[in-house]
């Protein structure tokens, strides 16, 4: 029994041990976690502390980009200086975590590559060559991508410590879970120790010793022969064999179970007071973790308010319209300060004295001026002037709702400022809201002055835009092709007129002009063409001026070096006029006043001659009725050689008049077929009309021309004789006309030349018979003016046929 209780005891003790260990490991699991949580916390904390360092360069190079002033280059300084000391710090949060301290060793490295290589870069592009140059550095450079890629790494970071962050959180709940878990089975673990060592002890003890009590009571009571039923060879048995001897003691055994019982209970106690103070170490932590989660609620709120920066100029950037950028200013605005209703005036590069109304929120455009003076009085203006917001805790204003006028219960005033220049000022109003927060002023400043910068990027645009209007509508008016060229050689401007010279010359700008060695037809001297060229660069500071042969066109090409403002070379100024027609009129004049030199001298000279014959010589009645006869011809070729001559000045200056009407072909072909069959007793003309009258449209006169060339060219071109067929043949809405002859032909080689002016065949034969090379010209034009086409198939030695048509009624 001795050994039993023994046993029992030290085993009670190492459950109270082990409970109590245990629940001081989950305590220091618990502690462990949370500090792991408190440091994954404070990464988080410098990783968005380095995304708003970088997103301050980001927003700085930009806005400088924007509005090119340099007093922002001091906030920019100011967050260049401190983005690369955040990355430092970021790395010695994380230098215990392999992985985590590689992310931010590239943070670090990214960071600052962003800086000296784009944002440093693009900085001094930008001073040094103007903001467009830096504009165009910045998109070539990807500025946006290099600082995207490190905002992802930095979220990256950050993602990993959340979820570690979160993890340790986890855990420390679950090392909570598992104190009061330990806690609650460690309490029932000893109760019921208790419960079952006082069992044992009443079964194995408490009731043998009654048994004695009542033995040692009826032995009190003189019950001597008493005696107690034992089994066993324990101290029980012995005890009932010697109960006379062990009956005085037995009070005494009776006080050390007492007090065994008393240990137990301050155990107890102590179990439980150890209880309490796990609850206070729990309450701790739980209010290390609400102070946690207000840290990170309050970064969280930083990083909105950064990222409603950027998101704000951001959705500026992509804008350039006046009337939606002030729509957007405003709506932020509105939204910022916790207002109802809005206007927005602004001042533009037309009126400089006034701002204009650009947007309204909520308030009726009719009810508010159109415009206001730059300087003016009253809130507005006195916000302006102190450059603050200025807000006014009641107002008189009415805003018309659904339910009639709503008084307007405050005032916010917010000047658009880019450095010291004013352009304009937003007035708020709050209709809901009992008044405005002055801890949003620097946000809403720090928005009006990017709208300020996008509207007044936005007013210079629109400027330019209006002046290049102005420029290329000039320009595009001018006949001339007009282009500049730049040290490259490459085509840097060509308006309306170059475009449709070069489409006309089927060849690029830059070839045509002479500058760019680019495609060009097939037959072409690129060497002498590309030459001339260089001897224009040649003589860059002075004009020149010079004609070009080019694909059939003859140019006339004047050039002149220009130079920026500075006095800095730009390019080359090159106009282009196309002198074609006016080659060729010269040289149809020429060729003209050769032909009337020629052709005219003969008839003439026969007319002279005879006259002179008949003036000075007496003759008989049958040889004056001959010259007469002869003067009398050689009069009529001089009138038609006059009339071919007239005719051909009228259609080269486009006042070829026809007098159309309706006219029945048929009867036109028989009249020319009556006239010329007497002309010639070799030849035979056929006729072969339509079988129907076919009734055309056009001038009668013009078209009986057009067969008498036809039929007179048949007849004089085959000299030996033949027949001559004249077809028409009828189709739907058009009527085909064909003159053939078995005469002299034409040569392969000069068919293409037919239809030209004062072409003659040149062959022997053809050269014997008179002309001036006009009759076909004509024919062609008079034809062609109708809406007709006409067209020949000849062979050599085997005749000609000549056709063309005409629109039917």
Known sequence: MTKRTVLGSLGLVVLVATVIGLLTWAIARQQATARQARESQAVIAAGNLTQQRLLAVQTNVRGYLIAGNEDLLQAYRQARAALPDATLDLAALVDDDPAQLRRAETIRAEALSYINDYADAVIARTREDGVAAGRAFASAAEGTARANAVEERIVDLTAAEQERSARQAAKADQATDRAFLISFVGLLACIGALVWVTLYVAR????????????????????????????????????????????????????????????????????????????????????????????????????????????????????????????????????????????????????????????????????????????????????????????????????????????????????????????????????????????????????????????????????????????????????????????????????????????????????????????????????????????????????????????????????????????????????????????????????????????????????????????????????????????????????????????????????????????????????????FAGQSEAHRLELRPCPTPVMARGDRARVAQVVANLLSNAIKYSPDGGVVRIDAECAEGVVRVTVSDDGLGIPVGQQARVFEKFFRVAREEAVRVGGTGLGLALAHDIVIAHGGTMGFESVEDTGSTFWFTLPTN
Request: aromatic share 4%; hydrophobic share 45%.
């Open 204 to 675: 194995r003890i408490v009731r043998p010793v009654g048994q004695l009590a009542a033995a040692a009571e009826r032995v009190r009571q003189g019950e001597l022969d008493a005696t107690v039923v034992t089994s066993g060879r324990g101290e029980l048995g012995r005890l009932g064999a010697t109960f006379n001897a062990m009956a005085r003691s037995l009070e005494q055994s009776r006080d050390e179970l007492e007090s065994q019982n008393t240990e137990l209970e301050m155990q107890a106690i102590e179990l439980e007071e150890h209880q309490e103070e796990l609850s206070a170490s729990s309450d701790e932590l739980r209010a290390q973790r609400d102070e946690l989660s207000a840290t990170a609620a309050q970064l969280a709120d930083q990083k909105r308010r950064a990222e409603a920066y950027a998101s704000f100029a951001d959705t500026l950037a992509t804008e350039r319209e006046t009337a939606v950028l002030a729509w957007i200013a405003l709506s932020g605005l509105v939204e910022a300060a916790g207002a109802d209703v809005g206007v927005l005036y602004a001042g533009s590069w037309q009126d400089q004295e006034r701002w204009a109304r650009a947007a309204a929120v909520g308030l009726d455009p009719a009810s508010l001026p159109e415009r206001v003076a730059a300087g003016g009085e009253g809130a507005a203006a006195r916000a302006v002037a102190g450059r603050d917001v200025l807000a006014l805790e009641d107002s008189s204003f009415l805003v018309r709702g659904l339910a009639g006028e709503v008084p307007v219960r405050w005032e916010l005033h917010v000047p658009l400022q880019i450095g010291e220049r004013s352009i304009g000022v937003a007035s708020l109003g709050g209709v809901t809201s009992d008044g405005f927060s002055t801890a949003e002023a620097e946000s809403v400043l720090r928005l009006a002055g990017q709208a300020a910068t996008a509207l007044a990027e936005a007013d210079a645009l629109g400027q330019q835009g209006w002046l290049s209007q102005v420029n290329a509508a000039v320009l595009d008016g001018v006949r001339e092709g007009i282009a500049l060229v730049g040290l490259d050689h490459e085509v840097v401007f060509a308006n309306a007129a170059m475009e449709q010279l070069s489409a006309r010359l089927e060849m690029p700008i830059g070839s045509a002009i002479g500058a760019d060695r680019g495609p060009l037809p097939v037959a072409f001297d690129r060497e002498s063409y590309f030459a001339d060229w260089e001897s224009v660069l040649a003589d860059s500071d002075e004009p020149t001026a010079d004609e070009l042969a080019v694909s059939g066109f003859v140019l006339e090409r004047y050039t002149a070096p220009i130079d920026d403002a500075h006095g800095a070379r730009i390019g080359r100024l090159v106009v282009l006029r196309d002198v074609t027609r006016e080659r060729e009129v010269d040289q149809l004049k020429s060729t003209l006043m050769q032909t009337v030199s020629h052709e005219l001298r003969t008839p003439l000279a026969s007319v002279v001659g005879y006259t002179d014959l008949l003036r000075t010589r007496p003759l008989d009645e049958s040889s004056r009725a001959e010259i007469l006869g002869t003067v009398h011809r050689e009069a009529k070729r001089l009138s038609s050689l006059i009339d071919d001559f007239l005719d051909l000045q009228t259609i080269e200056e486009q006042r070829l008049v026809l007098a159309l009407a309706s006219f029945d072909v048929g009867e036109l072909l028989a009249e020319a077929v009556a006239v």
